[in-house]
């Protein structure tokens, strides 16, 4: 099976994206009024990657799906 490559660019700012709405962040701590958990930047990381391959897996069982319907076709 090849290795898949992820754009890490993409994963940062999606992590950065994360930190921002719902990270420990300076501006999220000063809102934080109601007492929710705020998380770490490392756990928004962690999301951010699961997010990117759980992207890579749909895609891949899409593609198997769309190439089983063309082999019945035939």
Same mark, same amino acid.
């Given at each position: 099976? =090849?290795?898949? +490559?992820?754009?890490? $660019?993409? %994963?940062?700012?999606?992590? &950065?994206?994360?930190? !921002?709405?719902?990270? #420990? $962040?300076?501006? !999220?701590? =000063?809102?934080? +009024?109601?007492?929710?958990?705020? %998380?770490?930047?490392?756990?928004?990381?962690?999301?951010?990657?699961? &997010?990117? +391959?759980? =992207?890579?897996? #749909?895609?891949?069982?899409?593609?198997? %799906?769309? +190439?089983?319907?063309?082999?019945? =076709?035939?």
């Amino acid at each position: 099976m =090849e290795a898949t +490559k992820y754009n890490k $660019s993409e %994963i940062m700012k999606q992590a &950065h994206t994360y930190y !921002n709405m719902v990270g #420990d $962040s300076r501006k !999220n701590r =000063e809102r934080n +009024k109601t007492g929710r958990t705020l %998380i770490s930047f490392g756990e928004c990381l962690r999301m951010a990657w699961r &997010h990117a +391959k759980r =992207e890579v897996s #749909d895609a891949r069982r899409k593609e198997a %799906i769309r +190439k089983e319907r063309e082999v019945r =076709e035939e």
